[in-house]
């Protein structure tokens, strides 16, 4: 592809460079700003397109998840993100048993209604550390061994056929994430700032959606109908690159070419490794002398990049700094460093001439920006048309000069106008922005005070139950202290019962023992008298006759008895004791 032809360039109308490269027209919907770190995973590689997607030259920039232009936006999410933290959530940590666990593998393989039963019975720190596995995975930080997961992960995922929008709808928030994550290989959509709606990240799996974070356009977007947007899955014109198919958030840089007709976007790097941007006939006039031009792959038509480049440094170089003026240089420098038409090669030269001069320290930032843009302005006005016409240093009528100087300045007024309108158009989105930022602002105020007063509610509970307690507390205590008083009066009481019982027991024994006695000594008096009686008795009989032994006997035994003295009161039975029981 050294040379374009002239095929296409009659159906082409005059030629208008599109502007600077501009925020995608989804607007910014994220305050993230991530790099990710390993470009070898090409984590913005769509599966299904192994035929489209080449790799990049400069693979270090093509990939990079960074969202430049957030930081009020994050700031303000950060503010938040410190207020809500202020409130920590109450969470309750069970022991999972090696059934109940779950794995990256599992959530890649099994049906999606079994993953999500077994996700909607863990706990949530459990959910929080497989997304931080995939995120070191992602990461790529690991070396080969975690690249070989990813790439098993992923093809798992892709060779499946029953991940469709509808059961997708039934999966798990956190399944759908990890999901989205492996097929796309974007780290952004597990990060916790970033909060997409169920139904986006489906239309991002099933490639109906940007998977841009910062884009999310519906897929194709402007509904185009070419074959690159039709046929590549998950490619977004306004974002992605042409032939790599990849994204970054570089705006406002000659590292993406634009097409001025199907305003396709392709990065510099990719357009001259496939050889899209080389010498051809000029885009105005179709013949004459040629210049460095691009052709569109998308619909095969070319642009010239003189004017772009220099409506890119007009609108553009005095907010670089000295490494990004670099950059661009360089861009140009690779740009029109085949360029055979004169106007071409001197860019080139002052390309070079200025970056030697930053390097060596001569110039700075400021000075070359001054520099390329008086070179700009030279260069347009010394033969703005004489090139363009291949008229050489022919003479022209004055009237021909100034019909050609006013058709340069209607060119810059149009060009300038449509400047004027994508930048006002861009400060209306950016307005909307701050405007959406101070109403969730005001949304986020409006909650943090009713999480205050809910705070202060629960405070007074929390204080009327402390009260509750402390009194219940007082109230057990004077019940203990009565308790143990009436336990001391028991006991008291006891040891007098005790007391009383015994003396008891002793009267009952002593009155017991004085009544034995009694009638002991009554019977032994008894046994006397009759004793005496019968002695008086034998004593006649002994005067009249003989005596009976056994009656001797009996005398002699009752006369040992009644002399012996009283019986013994240890003899007598216990059983009519009340107190006492018989061993």
């Given at each position: 592809?050294?040379?374009?032809?002239?095929?296409?360039?009659?159906?082409?109308?005059?030629?208008?460079?599109?502007?600077?490269?501009?925020?995608?027209?989804?607007?910014?919907?994220?305050?993230?700003?991530?790099?990710?770190?390993?470009?070898?995973?090409?984590?913005?590689?769509?599966?299904?397109?192994?035929?489209?997607?080449?790799?990049?030259?400069?693979?270090?920039?093509?990939?990079?998840?960074?969202?430049?232009?957030?930081?009020?936006?994050?700031?303000?999410?950060?503010?938040?993100?410190?207020v809500e933290n202020d409130f920590p959530e109450q969470s309750v940590i069970r022991r999972l048993s090696s059934a109940d666990k779950i794995s990256l593998r599992d959530i890649a393989r099994e049906r999606v209604d079994i993953v999500c039963e077994k996700m909607n019975h863990l706990p949530d720190e459990f959910l929080e550390e497989l997304k931080n596995n995939l995120r070191v995975i992602l990461d790529g930080n690991g070396g080969s061994q975690q690249r070989e997961e990813f790439f098993i992960l992923q093809k798992l995922v892709q060779s499946r056929t029953d991940l469709t929008?509808?059961?997708?709808?039934?999966?798990?928030?956190?399944?759908?994430?990890?999901?989205?994550?492996?097929?796309?290989?974007?780290?952004?959509?597990?990060?916790?700032?970033?909060?997409?709606?169920?139904?986006?990240?489906?239309?991002v799996f099933v490639y109906k959606r940007c998977r841009n974070i910062a884009c999310q356009n519906q897929i194709p977007a402007d509904d185009c109908t070419c074959e690159i947007c039709t046929k590549r899955n998950g490619f977004c014109n306004l974002c992605m690159c042409v032939i790599c198919n990849k994204f970054d958030f570089e705006v406002n840089t000659c590292r993406w070419v634009g097409c001025d007709l199907c305003s396709h976007w392709t990065h510099t790097d990719c357009a001259i490794r496939d050889g899209l941007i080389s010498m051809g006939a000029s885009v105005k006039s179709?013949?004459?002398?040629?210049?460095?031009?691009?052709?569109?792959?998308?619909?095969?038509?070319?642009?010239?990049?003189?004017?772009?480049?220099?409506?890119?440094?007009?609108?553009?170089?005095?907010?670089?700094?000295?490494?990004?003026?670099?950059?661009?240089?360089?861009?140009?420098?690779?740009?029109?460093?085949?360029?055979?038409?004169?106007?071409?090669?001197?860019?080139?030269?002052?390309?070079?001439?200025?970056?030697?001069?930053?390097?060596?320290?001569?110039?700075?930032?400021?000075?070359?920006?001054?520099?390329?843009?008086?070179?700009?302005?030279?260069?347009?006005?010394?033969?703005?048309?004489?090139?363009?016409?291949?008229?050489?240093?022919?003479?022209?009528?004055?009237?021909?000069?100034?019909?050609?100087?006013?058709?340069?300045?209607?060119?810059?007024?149009?060009?300038?106008?449509?400047?004027?309108?994508?930048?006002?158009?861009?400060?209306?989105?950016?307005?909307?922005?701050?405007?959406?930022?101070?109403?969730?602002?005001?949304?986020?105020?409006?909650?943090?005070?009713?999480?205050?007063?809910?705070?202060?509610?629960?405070?007074?509970?929390?204080?009327?139950?402390?009260?509750?307690?402390?009194?219940?507390?007082?109230?057990?205590?004077?019940?203990?202290?009565?308790?143990?008083?009436?336990?001391?009066?028991?006991?008291?009481?006891?040891?007098?019962?005790?007391?009383?019982?015994?003396?008891?027991?002793?009267?009952?024994?002593?009155?017991?023992?004085?009544?034995?006695?009694?009638?002991?000594?009554?019977?032994?008096?008894?046994?006397?008298?009759?004793?005496?009686?019968?002695?008086?008795?034998?004593?006649?009989?002994?005067?009249?006759?003989?005596?009976?032994?056994?009656?001797?006997?009996?005398?002699?035994?009752?006369?040992?008895?009644?002399?012996?003295?009283?019986?013994?009161?240890?003899?007598?039975?216990?059983?009519?004791?009340?107190?006492?029981?018989?061993?």
């Open positions: 592809m050294g040379t374009s032809s002239g095929s296409n360039i009659n159906q082409q109308p005059s030629s208008r460079m599109l502007p600077p490269r501009q925020q995608p027209r989804g607007g910014l919907q994220t305050s993230l700003s991530l790099v990710s770190s390993d470009a070898r995973l090409s984590p913005e590689e769509p599966r299904s397109n192994s035929d489209h997607v080449h790799e990049s030259p400069t693979e270090s920039a093509s990939s990079r998840e960074t969202w430049p232009a957030a930081e009020a936006i994050m700031a303000k999410k950060m503010e938040n993100g410190k929008a509808k059961t997708l709808i039934r999966a798990h928030r956190v399944q759908l994430e990890i999901l989205v994550a492996i097929n796309t290989g974007i780290l952004a959509f597990l990060h916790p700032n970033i909060s997409l709606s169920q139904t986006s990240l489906i239309e179709g013949a004459g002398p040629t210049e460095m031009l691009f052709r569109c792959r998308a619909c095969n038509r070319t642009s010239e990049l003189l004017g772009w480049v220099k409506d890119v440094f007009q609108h553009c170089a005095p907010a670089w700094e000295r490494e990004a003026l670099m950059r661009e240089l360089d861009f140009v420098s690779r740009i029109f460093h085949g360029s055979e038409d004169p106007r071409g090669q001197k860019l080139f030269w002052k390309c070079e001439e200025l970056k030697e001069k930053i390097k060596n320290g001569v110039a700075d930032s400021t000075a070359a920006c001054r520099a390329i843009l008086m070179f700009f302005q030279e260069l347009e006005v010394d033969s703005p048309k004489s090139l363009e016409n291949g008229e050489g240093g022919r003479l022209i009528a004055p009237q021909e000069a100034c019909n050609r100087i006013a058709e340069v300045v209607q060119e810059a007024i149009r060009k300038m106008e449509m400047v004027a309108d994508e930048k006002m158009r861009t400060y209306k989105k950016a307005r909307m922005a701050v405007e959406a930022c101070d109403r969730e602002l005001q949304d986020k105020a409006r909650e943090v005070q009713e999480l205050k007063l809910e705070r202060q509610k629960k405070k007074q509970q929390v204080e009327e139950l402390e009260k509750i307690v402390r009194l219940k507390n007082a109230e057990a205590d004077m019940f203990q202290l009565k308790a143990n008083e009436a336990k001391r009066e028991a006991d008291r009481l006891q040891r007098i019962a005790l007391a009383k019982s015994d003396k008891s027991e002793e009267e009952y024994a002593t009155s017991y023992l004085k009544q034995r006695l009694s009638e002991a000594e009554a019977e032994k008096q008894y046994l006397f008298e009759k004793i005496k009686l019968q002695e008086s008795s034998r004593a006649s009989q002994n005067s009249g006759g003989s005596i009976d032994p056994s009656q001797m006997l009996m005398y002699s035994k009752m006369h040992d008895l009644l002399y012996s003295g009283a019986p013994k009161t240890d003899c007598l039975p216990n059983e009519r004791h009340p107190f006492r029981k018989n061993p």
